[in-house]
Nanobody, 115 residues
Framework: QVQLVESGGGLVQAGGSLRLSCAAS????????MGWYRQAPGKQRELVAT???????NYVDSVKGRFTISRDNAKNSVYLQMTSLKPEDTAVYYC?????????WGKGILVTVSS
């Protein structure tokens, strides 16, 4: 079993920045892809960004140039630096990772961007 715990969310004004962190713990041999999804009120969960073990990244178009995903393999952790935040970035952000063929999810953390 793998547990993921997110931190760093909160309330920020439009134009501000936040850094989300997620640490994985448990029985971990090797984490493959790590990433962040988000779910805004009344909307479906959507991919925000992913990063492979080797460091290749992928972003949804709406956050390109504003968000940066990174990871620390030694700490089994993934981060999401969010800048130039917009009210439409308001959502619950979920950390995810894959270990072998299994996907794991955190409980989510709320990010609220006020206008």
């Amino acid at each position: 079993q793998v547990q993921l715990v997110e931190s760093g969310g909160g309330l920020v004004q439009a134009g501000g920045s936040l850094r989300l962190s997620c640490a994985a713990s448990g029985t971990i041999l090797s984490i493959n892809t790590m990433g962040w999804y988000r779910q805004a009120p009344g909307k479906q969960r959507e991919l925000v960004a992913t990063i492979t073990r080797g460091g290749s990244t992928n972003y949804v178009d709406s956050v390109k140039g504003r968000f940066t995903i990174s990871r620390d393999n030694a700490k089994n952790s993934v981060y999401l630096q969010m800048t130039s935040l917009k009210p439409e970035d308001t959502a619950v952000y979920y950390c995810t990772c894959t270990v072998g063929s299994l996907a794991y999810w955190g409980k989510g953390i709320l990010v609220t961007v006020s206008s």
